[in-house]
């Protein structure tokens, strides 16, 4: 079955430090993509980063970068730099294959990251 | 753009009742879909749309209904209320990008 799978229920990290937040996945398709969404306290879905299975780079935007092992099926979202207002939950997503599965996202049930001053 | 909305943002429900969320966009997407969340876990897909008059069921879609009129609406009609349907939904939509768009919930709860 497809699925997504993060171990950390919580991380803590400290002000201006990095952080890696993981996440794996499991499907036998070959055209898949990877999102990583965060939820702050107020609740609504921010969409931070994707990653296409045939993207070669890593894909990077502003200070998350998602670091993309094709081999070990992992997609670790990394953010550089931490600040008071990272502190949210963070859910990675993917999309499977081109057919109708393509339009659905699953969620991992997420990892609460707490950045101490 | 107001991008996606959603109303009512809460309600509390009796068991047995009906209600519609609302959820609109603006953003001119094809593709809409509705996710519930529970406690501490992560969104479960209940129903999608291509686009209008084309809906199909996602992966928890019992006690539910759409329909899909207008390439702007996509309400999620709930009939006869259970405490299991207690939930945060939301509403989603998407260009040709695969980046979805969310709304900002409804928080919903069956007593």
């Known amino acids: 079955a497809q699925k997504i799978t993060q171990t950390q229920p919580g991380m803590f990290v400290q002000e201006k430090e990095a952080v890696t937040l993981d996440c794996t996945y499991d499907?036998?398709?070959?055209?898949?993509?990877l999102f990583w969404y965060k939820q702050p306290s107020s609740g609504e879905m921010i969409f931070l980063i994707y990653?296409?299975?045939?993207d070669e780079q890593n894909a990077t935007e502003g200070r998350y970068s998602l670091n993309f092992q094709k081999a070990r099926k992992s997609a670790n979202l990394v953010i550089s730099a931490s600040q008071l207002g990272d502190s949210a939950m963070y859910f990675c997503?993917?999309?499977w294959g081109l057919g109708a599965g393509s339009y659905q996202l699953t969620f991992g049930k997420g990892t609460k990251l707490s950045v101490i001053p | 753009n107001a991008g996606v909305t959603q109303t009512p943002k809460f309600r509390i429900l009796k068991i047995g009742q009906s209600m519609t969320l609302q959820c609109t966009q603006d953003?001119?997407?094809?593709?809409m879909y509705w996710y519930r969340q529970d406690p501490g876990m992560g969104l479960k897909l209940i129903y999608y749309?291509?686009?209008?008059?084309?809906?199909d069921k996602g992966e928890v879609p019992n006690g539910y209904n759409v329909s899909r009129s207008t390439t702007e609406d996509f309400p999620l009609r709930l009939e006869l209320a259970a405490p299991s349907q207690t939930s945060v939904y939301f509403c989603?939509?998407?260009?040709?990008?695969?980046?979805?768009?969310f709304g900002p919930g409804t928080r919903l709860t069956v007593t």
């Open positions: 997503a993917a999309r």
């Open positions: 499907t036998s398709d070959q055209s898949y993509g």
């Open positions: 953003m001119n997407h094809n593709y």
């Open positions: 749309s291509v686009g209008a008059g084309i809906t």
């Open positions: 989603a939509s998407r260009s040709d990008s695969y980046e979805q768009y």
């Open positions: 990653q296409g299975s045939y």
